[in-house]
């Protein structure tokens, strides 16, 4: 099966992109909406701005990295299942993110020998 | 600044694919190769088998995700730091994983608003 990664760069973000605490929710929240089951994850806040989440899944993972500063977020989606569709957890997210101006990128993996 | 973001799909590998605790041993090692730091981050072991674990950087973060059924390994690098070489965390990953075959690919990724 080949999957298909997803980047996203957010710029412009109106949302919360200096709480770590809502990020995380907001990952379990965009993975449980294509029924992904979260797992274990880990968030850390930076000094003086910034955060990376991750969330890992049963079906891998998803991440967020902001610069509040430049109102930026960078996000990955890995989803292996072919039945979840990765730009609807990106949608999710986008709701909280607020970007002004999106970039979706793609990376093709292939989960084979 | 721009950074490249490192994805390396690695194949065959022989090295200790479904050791949650080794493969983010090695990541915290990876890091500290090149002077980043580690400063949280996340494993998971999945039945029957494969890991993802995570180490996140003051320069952002690592992953890795295995499939030891396929000897398969999926690896990111995104250091926010020009000073420090991905392809260097990668050729300490690569001792760790041993593949026989390796594809590296980048994505640029823009930091700024």
Known sequence: VTLRQLFVDARGCAGPLDDADLLREAL??????V??????????RYVPHGVTAVQ????SHLLISTWPEHRLALVEI???NEAMDPLSV??????????AD???RAVLR???P
């Not at 992904?36 to 850390?44: I, L, R, S």
């Not at 890992?56 to 079906?59: C, G």
């Not at 990106?90 to 970007?99: A, F, I």
């Open 35 to 44: 029924g992904a089951t979260p797992v274990g994850g880990a968030e850390v």
């Open 78 to 80: 890995l989803l292996c």
């Open 110 to 112: 292939r989960i084979g």
């Open 56 to 59: 890992i899944l049963a079906e």
């Open 90 to 99: 990106w949608s999710v997210l986008q709701q909280v993110l607020q970007p």
């Open 102 to 104: 999106t970039e979706v």
């Open 28 to 33: 379990q929240a965009a993975a449980r909406s």
